[in-house]
């Protein structure tokens, strides 16, 4: 499996942006994808995933009301909007992707910069 995560950049507090991560290759068996992140000197903490079939979600409670995950099966393609971003949202996102049998995926990172 690989992912492309793209949609990075650099905002203004209060300002939005809209993450893509396409899944290629050997996809069959993915049931959930979600986003990480990982801001400078902590650990990478866990932002929002996704279910493939029934599209449940579930949010970090730092960014309910504010993130949206979403996903276009036919484009094996899973979106994060983020809104209202504030400061402590700067960090390298990651995509993932959880295999039936084989475990998580990850792509590479993409930067978001909150600042003003």
């Known amino acids: 499996v690989q992912l492309q995560a793209s949609g990075g950049g650099s905002v203004q507090p209060g300002g939005s942006l809209r993450l893509s991560c396409a899944a290629s290759?050997?996809?069959?068996?993915?049931?959930?994808m979600g986003w990480y992140r990982q801001a400078p000197g902590k650990q990478r903490e866990l932002v929002a995933t996704?279910?493939?079939?029934?599209?449940?979600?579930n949010y970090a409670d730092s960014v309910k009301g504010r993130f949206t995950i979403s996903r276009d099966n036919a484009k094996n393609t899973v979106y994060l909007q983020m809104n209202s971003l504030k400061p402590e949202d700067t960090g390298v996102y990651y995509c993932?992707?959880?295999?039936?049998?084989?475990?998580?995926?990850w792509g590479q990172g993409t930067l978001v910069t909150v600042s003003s």
């Open positions: 290759g050997s996809i069959f068996g993915i049931n959930a």
């Open positions: 996704i279910t493939t079939s029934g599209g449940s979600t």
């Open positions: 993932n992707a959880d295999r039936v049998g084989y475990g998580r995926y």
